[in-house]
């Protein structure tokens, strides 16, 4: 078993790697289980001018508009980014369920641990791209996506009308 223990931005993050499972966040994936690993890495400036342009709906659209290159498999073209993350697809109970794992390509034991996934799990790794490239090919819904953004700009929404409302003086 191999056990790798790193930070990515504010996020302390613990895995364990090893031929029969995958264990993150006290959840254990058996190997047999898992569908697809893929790795998004997040263009940070389309993500901020979408934002300053439209706020988060615009960060969402910019980065949804990132589709980069095709997903690569060559380890040592993985780009250096502080914010990525590995996608993990697995079946339970007949349904598809998928895990996140924060991934920093600047700390030298995370890089470790990415070999360490790839040479496990070649045969169930589809490669590294753009991070909407990556859920697209793991069939990773954007259902729920939507909802939150939509209850997020519903909020704001209210917000403002709220603040903008009359004003009652006593």
């Avoid at 994936?29 to 893929?38: T, Y």
């Avoid at 910019?62 to 060559?74: D, I, R, S, T, V």
């Avoid at 109970?93 to 991934?103: A, M, S, T």
């Avoid at 641990?113 to 753009?130: Q, R, T």
Wanted: hydrophobic fraction near 45%; proline fraction near 4%; charge should be positive.
């Amino acid at each position: 078993m191999a056990n790798f223990d790193y930070k990515q931005a504010f996020v302390h993050v613990n895995i364990d790697i090893t031929k029969e499972m995958i264990a993150y966040k006290g959840k254990t994936i058996p190997a047999q289980d898992i569908v697809g690993i893929g790795m998004g890495f997040t263009d940070i400036a389309k993500v901020a001018i979408g934002q300053a342009l439209g706020g988060i709906a615009g960060g969402v659209i910019a980065q949804k508009g990132y589709n980069g290159q095709p997903l690569k498999k060559n380890l040592s073209e993985l780009p250096k980014s502080r914010f990525a993350q590995m996608i993990i697809t697995y079946m339970k109970d007949g349904k598809q369920k998928f895990i996140r794992v924060p991934l920093t390509t600047m700390d030298e034991t995370c890089v470790k641990m990415i070999h360490e996934v790839v040479k496990e799990y070649s045969h169930k790794f589809i490669g590294f791209g753009g991070l909407p490239m990556v859920e697209k090919e793991l069939k990773i819904s954007e259902f729920w996506a939507f909802i939150a953004i939509a209850a997020v700009v519903l909020l704001i929404i209210v917000g403002i009308v709220y603040a903008a409302g009359p004003q009652v003086q006593s």
